[in-house]
């Protein structure tokens, strides 16, 4: 890969940084008149998600990460991976558990997914920001009950546990905000 | 492609009115206007510093420089009327590109024989309210500023403790430098952004290995650069020095500069022999300060990008 210096920094590029790929999201150039120059850059770690800033000298340079996102469709999961395919070339793709992380709470079959390589290999996944999936576990709905606000645990058919309203039964299809966790309504009949 | 200015109508304007302003100012004050040349023969030392070089030309003998500040010029019309003297005019620093900064900019810089560096934190005060209203002023010595702030006297702590000081509230990485490099990072990275908030802030006596052009003199038990900074909303205004005249103190420096160039790798820079006769011949014991009109009119404005005040920023020309 090439290398950049820091007056090349832009917003999106993924370089690699102490071993790991990050992406720049913000570069401040720094400069007292009579003294040396910085570079304030602001970056997220695309392996840990961390975010923080790093000063660099001015004209530092680090080298590209080969990082690409990518659309995919969530085919299917096995005792050790996820696989994912590239709907226009069909090409597949096994995501482990690190590059997974929290999102295989979100992952339902057929729905497109983020998928950033690193090297040619998931690195991370994002799920949609909204999904639509069945309740397999809670107490039972309390009929009727829509007005006073109260909310129970309900599991769902991936397994994630989600607050739901009182008047919702196992079996639904309730869409959730995958980014907080949260519930937001029954899913839409289709 | 942008063709349209980078700056509205109404940051044009101001700019218009701010330059009005300045001429008054100094015009109410027998400041008297000059005008030197911007494309000089002698570039600067200083490492900190990258001019601009032209070298393709039918008039050249040989390259020729984009001045990074009027500062020789001026002392040498200085050296030889001895009248107190202000220009506004385009400065460029090769590599200088980000939210406060732009290769080619504008500065004031105006000088006062028999002035020390505190009559002229007076007057650089009584400009900038002239320009952005009425503040209260603050006054820190560069010692007092760190050791109130940080806890640290920047004059005697080892590199070591000022290294230490510096991870504990930023990231420099595997970053390795001198005393200076730990010194800029707090000040630019911890100290700048608070300094001259609702106030108009001065820093003065720095230590001597950030002196620039500004008198050495003992000061308690150290030494201090009689040099002096404005900041306002955290942003550096202006840069101010009670001036160097003595030519052989300047011509060390000029070295020194050369050898840290060498350290660094970069390529040693003749010496302005011009100034250093000026020098020679006598400049009279005097005060002169620089300070950036585009950052005056993104405080005025309100601005937090320069290319907001700019008809044409670097990217649009």
Redesign the interface.
Known sequence: MANYSTSEFRSGMKVMLDGDPCSILDNEFVKPGKGQAFNRVKLRNLRTGRQWERTFKSGETLEGADVMDRVMEYLYADSEFWYFMESDTFEQYQADAAAIGDSHLWLKENETCDVTLYNGAPLSVAPPNFVELEIVETDPGLKGDTATGGTKPARLSTGAVVKVPLFISTGEVVRVDTRTGEYQSRASKS | MHWQPAANLGAIRQRAALLATLRRFFAARDVLEVETPLLCSQGIT?P?IEPFVLSQGAALTAPRFLQTSPEYAMKRVLAAFGEPIFQIARAFRN???????NPEFSLLEWYRPGFDHHQLMDEVADLVQECLGARPLEKFSYRQLFLERLAIDPFTASIAELETLARRH????D?T?DR??WL??L???VL?PALGDGCYCFIYDYPTS?A?LARIVAAADVRVGQ?F?LYVDGV?LA?GYCELTDAAEQRRRFERDNAVRRERGLSERAVDEYLLAALEHGLPECSGV?LGIDRLLMLATGASRIQDVLAFDWQRC
């Open positions: 200083d900190q590599g200088e590109l980000g939210a406060r900064h930023l990231d420099p990485g970053l430098g200076d490099l800029d990072l000040m630019s990275h700048e950030q620039a040099r900074e550096e840069n620089a």
